[in-house]
């Protein structure tokens, strides 16, 4: 019986080991905090056609909606803006630049008629992360499927970008 005890304590202490250990936030004073611009390119409208333009529209507004969220959270001052030329490089100011470089979604009635079987709604992006410099501090290129909406796969991509800016504030300015 004494074992079966210890055996409990030990799994709830590696339970609360791995629930503490995720990427921390950067911590700041209101006037040092952090600023992330976030540009989100979706596409020329002549090169892609009406309807795919117009989602995209759509749906970026609900992903950087969702992405400054996550951010603000994290303790850093995020904003959109619209054109490259509104980011100005500066100490602790930084760009985020979203492309999307793939959409694909299902129609709602086919989801509605089929379920699940009607297909995935995919979402690749490329992630540019700017400082001072010309060059980005990272980029990658993810991508996301989801059976059940679009805006699954902007919540993972988001969440990972967020950690992964986390982890590069976190290494430079300890």
Sequence with gaps: MKRIGWIIVFILFLITAFACSGTKEVKQSD?????????????????????????????????ERDLIKMLKKKGYDATYIEK???????????????????????PNSARFWSGRIAG????INRYEFFGEAEEPLFDYEEGSGSTTSMQRNAI???????????????????
């Design 31 to 63: 006037e040092e905090r952090i600023k992330i611009f976030i540009l989100t390119d979706i596409g020329n409208p002549e090169e892609i056609p009406e309807v795919l333009y117009a989602n995209r529209r759509v749906f970026r507004v609900e992903m």
């Design 84 to 106: 490259h030329d509104k980011y100005i490089p500066g100490p602790r100011k930084y760009l985020l630049k979203i492309t999307i470089l793939s959409q694909h979604t299902v």
């Design 120 to 123: 995935a709604d995919t979402l």
């Design 156 to 174: 993972k991509l988001n969440k990972n970008a967020v950690r992964k800016i986390t982890e590069k504030m976190n290494e430079m300015h300890r």
